[in-house]
């Protein structure tokens, strides 16, 4: 930057070729010219930040099932958080409307946990009960596959109108998971998912594999549906 006190010119401001003029306290300052703007508003820059600002929304909401399902997958990377985790997962999966602007999440394919534990069968979603949505379970596998009866099995209920999020839980060797919602939730739809979280204390060694499970590991999401609360 260069200045003057007096500019046989007159006084200059704005862009003049590659430097801009501006006049501070009747000194005339001189800089370069910055061409790059500090809010870049391209389809590509805009759309990057509809992603994030969608996956950053319905992160807060989730962050209870979050800190379940994606612990381990957080827990050997250094200042690194299960909600950075999700971020990291579910941001590809926002949903880009380049003329509304806005991005939406994929709910089905939504990444809530993930790791080696077992599955179970997640049945159909019912929502005939008032306040009340409850799912099926089954399971066919066992101690050989690290599948426990202790096991812990989750199930997440995400209301968009409310923001909200509600967990039910059930064991393994139970046949059914359902979770209790509050009177605001009525006739609201919801999106509904299950994964399982070992009930293992210490690894546990399979001698083909070597550590099959760690502590806190669950198995991958499944999304079950989505419905209206009655």
Known sequence: MSKTSKNILGDQSGKIGKVVGRVVNG??????????????????QLAARARFK???????????????GLRLAAAGIPMTSPSNIFTRRNNRLMQYDAESGVATPDYENLILSEGRTPYVDFGTASFAEAKTVKVPVSSSLDSRFGAFDNDTIYLAVYCPDRDECAIGTAKRTDSEVSVSLPPSWVGKSVYVWGFV????????????????????ECSPTSYIGTGTIA
């Open 27 to 44: 000194v005339q300052l001189y800089s370069a010219y910055n061409n790059h703007t500090s809010n870049p508003r391209t389809p590509k």
């Open 54 to 68: 969608a996956v950053m929304r319905i992160a807060k909401p989730l962050n209870g099932v979050i800190n379940i």
């Open 197 to 216: 979280k070992t009930s293992v204390d210490e690894d546990f060694p399979d001698e083909s594999i070597g550590v099959r499970l760690h502590p806190n």
